[in-house]
């Protein structure tokens, strides 16, 4: 089953440029009984193999922007931190759903 | 110039809202690389390589809390390998165009499973007890 998870998962991540931990969290919770936090915790461990091979055969594709995956990648570490904490401080709910309409919204945006 | 502080802008937000919604970087990531000017396969290949650095930063304070199940996580991580590979293959072969509206398709398809999600949740429950989460 976790060989499945991650086939799966791979071919998400290889053709979305996402990790697939969209895919894999729910996976281990209803597949593997995680809990939530234990599943999120493992998933990002599992991505970190998945990211590295997709970077690289996008790279072998010639189609990473080096720079710009710097430029983007290395702020977004601290930014983790300050969202994390951000996170243990506020009542998500109201926030999560106007966050889902602004992806609603930028999706609509990219597909026309 | 200009250009790179926006870059390094919307990098720290986008780290910031994926820790704050649990989303990954990469949904995140795409849709400003595509704002920022690159073409979709550009943006879906950047986004990888600049979730590297988020991932392992967050895979490391994991571990240091002993949330990470590392053997599952190999077993999930190799076995993702290939298909990662097999899903470039077919993200190159797509036009510009497809693959950007194959993302949307998961971006709105994500922000639709959000709001079930959030809707669904008590207001204000208290986080149930999990049994076999490491301390």
């Known amino acids: 089953m976790l060989v499945a998870i991650g086939l799966v998962a791979g071919l998400f991540s290889g053709l979305f440029g996402v990790g697939g931990g969209i895919l894999i969290v ?9 809990p939530a936090k234990t599943a999120m915790a493992t998933s990002l461990a ?16 010639g189609n990473v922007a080096w720079k710009e995956g710097a430029l983007i990648g290395l702020p977004a570490v601290a930014g983790a931190y300050v969202g994390a904490a951000v996170h243990q401080r506020i ?10 309409l602004f992806l609603a919204i930028v999706a609509v945006r990219l597909a026309i | 110039m200009t250009q790179d502080l926006v870059a390094m802008a919307l990098g720290l937000l986008a780290g ?22 690159k073409d979709a396969h550009v943006a879906v290949a950047t986004s990888l390589a600049a979730m590297v650095p988020v991932i392992l930063m967050g895979a490391w304070r994991q571990t240091r809390y002993g949330a990470v199940r590392w053997r599952d996580a190999v077993v999930v991580g190799l076995a993702s390998v290939p298909t990662a590979k097999l899903g470039e293959v077919i993200a190159t072969s797509l036009s510009n165009t497809t693959l950007q509206r194959a993302f949307a398709v998961l971006l709105l398809a994500v922000a639709v499973q959000m709001a079930v999600r959030t809707l669904r949740e008590e207001p204000a429950a208290q986080p149930a007890a999990e049994p076999g989460e490491a301390p």
């Open chain 1, 26 to 34: 729910p996976m281990l919770i209803a597949f593997r009984g995680y």
């Open chain 1, 46 to 61: 599992a991505i970190l193999f998945t990211a590295v091979a997709a970077a690289t055969s996008h790279a072998g594709a």
């Open chain 1, 91 to 100: 009542d998500s709910r109201r926030v999560s759903l106007l966050f889902a």
């Open chain 2, 16 to 37: 910031t809202l994926s820790a704050l919604f649990g989303v990954g970087g990469g949904l995140i990531f795409v849709p400003t690389l595509i704002f920022l000017g």
